[in-house]
């Protein structure tokens, strides 16, 4: 699923029965996860040059701002790399 990630959209996620990934729409590998509980993990998706895929959490919304989250997940794309 890909929604604006704006504050204003973010918030109003509902949890459902199991956990689902929101995705960043400027494809920075940025996911926010929300949890049957209603917590909100933001995750990144790393790639290495083998074709390794890691998802790792990097923070909470909103305490982690999205800025901060975008950013942290492009600094974690640029030093993984095989």
Do not use: C, N
């Not at 995705?23 to 790393?46: A, F, N, Q």
């Not at 895929?53 to 600094?75: D, N």
């Amino acid at each position: 699923m890909k929604v604006k990630f704006a504050d204003s959209a973010l918030r109003h996620l509902k949890p459902h029965r199991v956990k689902y990934d929101v995705h960043d729409p400027e494809d920075t590998g940025l996911t926010l996860r929300v949890s049957p509980d209603g917590r909100k993990t933001w995750m990144v998706r790393l790639s290495s040059l083998t074709g390794v895929i890691q998802v790792r959490a990097i923070g909470k919304y909103p305490m982690m701002s999205i800025a901060e989250a975008r950013e942290t997940a492009l600094t974690a794309a640029g030093g993984d790399q095989d």
